[in-house]
């Protein structure tokens, strides 16, 4: 793989946390590449470090050493300004819990980034809410949405600003079996044909299936094969 094709690379990262007099080493030395367009799925037990994984790839964790590359500039060697205006430009985040704005609308939830970098666009908006198939639904809020079609709102929120990568934290793990496989399904189609990157968290080995690499943790460690 040459550089140029490598999207995001961490090495040899490390993380613990402490309770009490205990020392949790939650990442123990992972390194591993991601190439441009691909789609990579963490795996792992509840604990195994994979939802700390991610948070530290996407510049929200500092780790304690180690370091991460995203298009050609370490993450954490900036100023945390310079990570924030990362994030809002160049990369999308999806979550478990949906994080909507229970007093906006769909439309004015999708709009929020933009507001942050000074980019507002209702049109980009509009456009963001019908690739996940709510353009009829823009008004609406989100008590007035199912928790699916909540979640789909939450993804036209992280494309809003034309993001080269797109994390996603368990973003079925609120949802029932049918309406997640739904949203994965959407996830992988507005990827691929928009050629971004993307890196999910997920407890369902099942799911994991379906991206270009599925990428198992344990104990803090990688499984299986990184590159």
Known sequence: MSQSDIHLSACDLRRSFR?????????????????RGESVFLVGASGAGKTTLLYTLAGLERPESGSVTFEGRELYKGSENEAARIRNERMGFVFQGYFLLPELTALENVLLPTLIGGRASRKAAEEALERVGLGERKLHLPAEMSGGEQQRVAIARALINDPTILFADEPTGNLD???GETIVDLLLALVRENQKTLVVVTHDARLAERGDRKVEIEDGLLKSPTF
């Open 177 to 179: 079996s049918k309406t």
């Open 19 to 35: 309770i009490g007099p205990r020392k949790i080493e939650v990442l123990r030395g992972i390194s591993l590449e991601i190439r």
